[in-house]
């Protein structure tokens, strides 16, 4: 059905947002399947803030977190203009994509984890999936440097052109 | 797929680099000796990923290969920062002359880096080193 050319520069703007939307929900499903669960605390701490903004907490402490488009409010993509960043702020983030060393956290719980472990030896200085050996007494959920690997060694760029053409994909008036 | 010549594209110029400097500094690439994570002294650690591996290429002469390359640099604590930056900076220059070097004729690996994510600095409160990292997706192209 024809559409009246008045809406033009709203329905644009509408299927943008959502098609924004939809991205960041594709790209932060990514990578939680590209990071480690332990508890799933950290898979549930992904967040589209403008850039530079502050992201929340992690959403619940176990089991992996799945997003849909609730997570990203389109509130939060009214504005023109703005950079958007996709962050997590879990509290141990750091440890968790490699960035720097791994550290003991005490307040892990204990049990199983979320996702299938690799068992090895961390030596002291090493990051978190730099484990060696095939036996030892330390674990790993995600390969070692999951999130560099997945930023740039492509996954990232197919997640956002899945993302995009789902959300274009769902436009409406423009048939 | 030859995963071990797009390693050795990458590895032999940070390699040299490091060798080039006054004293030279140890590099250790991935599946390396976990003693060496121990030592005091200074040492740089490379560990190369692939990610995207069987991307469809409009020619089959030639395979199409994506991933990432992280380095970590590591120098004594308390010694300031200059010596972790000047082993970095020869590490991204030779990414630089990488990536001004034209593709040579018949087989062989193409390869390029793209931005560098970083550095980064860290002390850890309980370990020996300063800590220096940064990181680059790659893309290779393998002729046959």
Known sequence: MARDLKFLVKDLKDVTIRAARTTCVQIMNG?????????????????????????????????????????????????SGIWYTIVNGAPHADVAMDLTPYVYDPDRPDGKAVKPQTTGYRPANATRGQLTGSKGPNTSTAPKDWWPTYSVGGALSKDLARGFRTGFGKATGFS | MNYQSIRAAY??????????????????????????????????????????????????DFDYVRGAIICRVHTPKGKGSARNQTIIAAITGAFQTLNATPRAAGAGVYARVNQIDGPTFDAPADLPHYIGRFSCGFIASVYT
Do not use: H
Not at chain 1, 33 to 57: I, L, N, T
């Open chain 2, 11 to 60: 590895e032999v110029p940070i390699a040299t680099a490091c060798a080039a400097l006054s004293p030279a500094v140890p590099v250790f690439f991935d599946n390396l000796a976990a003693s060496t994570l121990t030592s005091t002294s200074e040492y740089v650690m490379v560990n190369i990923t692939f990610g995207l591996t069987t991307e469809v290429a409009l020619k089959a």
């Open chain 1, 31 to 79: 990578l939680v399947e590209a990071g480690p669960g332990y508890s799933g605390e950290f898979s549930s701490a992904w967040y589209a803030v403008p850039k530079g903004d502050s992201p929340g907490g992690p959403r619940k402490a176990s089991g992996l977190y799945k997003y849909d488009l609730r997570n990203v409010p389109a509130t939060k993509f009214q504005t």
